[in-house]
């Protein structure tokens, strides 16, 4: 009677520690599309997908916004990877969350900025990637 007490409570522990990678793969940021930034979307398409703009601005009487959002994954690769955790979380008794909670909390989707300048009837004329690593490169270790 104690083995079988002993091993439910281990079963018990160990279920409660599986599961955060599984849940943090399958609650990671979506991809977004991008399509909505081609020429002749209209303004209310951008915000929809991306949301509200971090920054709107006029520059010679045209629209000019920054929108920054968290660039996702498709929803095949959050649940291949949710799936792939939750079986290497029964293989290794809960062990894999040493490893799968740091990688899932690394690899959260990538921070993206685009500004989008529109036309006067607020269809989007022109985009171009802000890529803050090359504007600001990090400083080489001596």
């Known amino acids: ?3 079988l007490s002993i091993a439910c409570l281990m079963g018990l522990v160990m279920l409660s520690m599986s599961g955060c990678s599984v ?22 398409y951008v915000i ?14 045209t629209r000019v916004e920054i929108y920054t959002f968290q660039q996702g994954y498709p929803k095949w690769a959050k649940v291949s990877r949710a ?3 939750g079986i290497a979380d029964v293989a290794s008794f809960g ?3 040493v490893f ?12 993206t900025s685009y500004e989008v300048t529109y036309g006067q009837d607020d269809l989007v004329k022109s985009f ?7 504007a600001f490169p990090k400083a080489k270790a001596q």
Request: no cysteine; proline share 6%; net charge neutral.
């Open 1 to 3: 009677m104690r083995k």
């Open 23 to 44: 849940f943090m793969a399958g609650n990671q940021p979506s991809k977004k599309n991008l399509n909505v930034l081609n020429p002749g979307s209209s303004r209310n």
């Open 48 to 61: 929809a997908e991306f949301g509200a703009p971090v920054l709107s601005e006029y520059r010679d009487g």
């Open 83 to 85: 799936f792939g955790h």
């Open 95 to 97: 062990l894999w969350e």
């Open 100 to 111: 799968g909670t740091p990688t899932e909390a690394y690899f959260s989707g990538k921070e």
């Open 128 to 134: 171009k990637l802000i890529d803050f690593e090359q």
